[in-house]
């Protein structure tokens, strides 16, 4: 077994002063910022994850939850990319019937949403709920139903910032299975937000799905585009064509045949 304790001996071993002080300009972690509060030591997300491959399989649930509530910004992504590797083993194979693992991946689920708050900045956030919640939703029970996708409509009506985000952000794995209406519900329920890490991560799961259906993102902009932040717009029409993209920015005519090449 790999503690906590063990794996922040690591992390400190390769705290890096000089990179410290740059991730804490990045993430924003002055006085009345997004990341008021997060400490980092100094690691480079390859070296974390370089700690996680090796701890992998062998760090139970009580120390992943140490991790998660450790000060440091390093170890909560060990302890979110431990849980990333959890679920990713809990996938059945090909032969393997859908609801093998059930049971693993609900617990891992489960365990996720209970500390979703400490996922306290946006790449703590994005480098984990997709593959957790996302690939959870995406899977059947162990009773063979599948699971409520109200989730992520719970998680966006949330008080805290980070948990919203990861309402939007979990739909990615939906995305890249060819589910779009989750997306486009929690993007309609986010469309007032305040914040712009929530209007970067709506522009870009939109974009996303723009990429797979680009009339579905059209007619989403379509109906929605009035209420849009401007970051969000920018995000979620940045694969259109130019002169497209240069629709949305400017006006929104009755119809879009009205602009030559758009929507033939």
């Known amino acids: 077994m790999t503690t906590a304790e063990e794996i922040l001996d690591e992390l400190q071993a390769l705290a890096d002063e000089k990179q410290r002080a740059i991730l804490s300009r990045f993430f924003k972690t002055g006085k009345g910022e997004y990341g008021e509060g997060d400490c980092f030591l100094g690691l480079k997300v390859p070296q974390t994850r370089s700690i996680v491959k090796a701890a992998r399989r062998d760090v139970p649930e009580t120390e992943i939850e140490k991790l998660l509530h450790s000060p440091w910004h ?16 809990s996938i059945p194979r090909k032969k393997e019937a859908p609801t093998t693992h059930a049971e693993k991946r609900l617990a891992i689920a489960e365990f996720f949403l209970k500390h979703a708050a400490r996922a306290n900045n946006w790449d703590l956030v994005d480098l984990s709920c997709e593959y957790i919640l996302g690939t959870w939703l995406l899977y059947p029970l162990p009773d063979g139903s599948m699971p409520s996708r109200e989730i992520l409509d719970r998680l966006a009506e949330s008080e805290n ?8 952000v979990s739909t990615f794995t939906l995305i890249r ?28 799961m939109l974009r996303e799905v723009g990429k797979r259906d680009t009339d579905l993102l059209r007619d989403f902009l379509e109906a929605n585009h009035g209420k849009m932040a401007r970051t969000a717009l920018r995000y979620a029409i940045e694969k259109l064509p ?6 949305w920015l400017t006006r929104r005519p009755t119809s879009m045949k009205s602009i030559s090449g758009i929507a033939e």
Do not use: N
Request: with cysteine; aromatic share 6%; proline share 2%.
């Open 74 to 89: 390093e170890a909560k992504l060990c302890g979110l990319l431990l849980l990333v590797e959890e679920m990713k083993l």
């Open 161 to 168: 910032l980070w948990e919203q985000r990861i309402a939007i």
């Open 177 to 204: 299975a060819g589910e779009f209406d989750d997306t486009l519900r929690i993007a309609t329920k986010l469309l007032s937000h305040p914040h712009d890490l929530i209007h970067k991560a709506t522009g870009w």
């Open 242 to 247: 130019e002169d497209e993209r240069r629709y």
